[in-house]
């Protein structure tokens, strides 16, 4: 079995969904090397998340957007860890509700994702900075 493993960061990108689907591949041309296997993305920070969903209409990543807000809203009184900014607790609940990673079959050196598949990087910060990626691809 042949095992690939690279760290990157991706530059800060404002608040919402993005797709970064083709910035990790081309961050990550040890894929090719793979013909059956598994490739796992997981952002180091808690804050963000990421996730996989339609890579062709952008209005899917403004619904997105507005869901999550309205789901987990800014400014909760409850909220005890307030101190970072309104927007940093719904950040850290919105990034627990995505998840930090996903994992993607890999076929004959790609990500074998369905037809309007692709990753979101999901920045739930209004300024979230840099995010540091770890990328893990397996098989032979």
């Excluded at 990500?111 to 900075?129: D, K, S």
Aim: with cysteine; glycine share 8%; proline share 4%.
């Amino acid at each position: 079995m042949k095992i690939f493993q690279k760290a990157f960061t991706l530059k800060e990108k404002k608040r919402g969904f993005h797709l970064i689907t083709d910035e990790l591949v081309n961050s990550f041309p040890e894929l090719k090397n793979i013909s059956i296997g598994l490739c796992q993305v997981f952002i180091q920070h808690t804050s963000a998340a990421l996730t996989i969903n339609e890579n062709a209409d952008p209005t899917v990543r403004i619904d997105f957007e507005m869901f999550f807000n309205r789901s987990v809203p800014e400014n909760d009184p409850d909220y005890e860890h307030d101190y970072e900014g309104s927007d940093d607790m719904p950040a850290h609940l919105k990034a627990s509700l995505l998840g930090a990673s996903v994992i993607i079959p890999v076929r004959s050196g790609r990500l074998a994702f369905g037809t309007w598949q692709g990753i979101y990087l999901c920045e739930h910060r209004n300024r979230g900075g840099a995010r540091n990626i770890l990328v893990t691809a397996w098989g032979e």
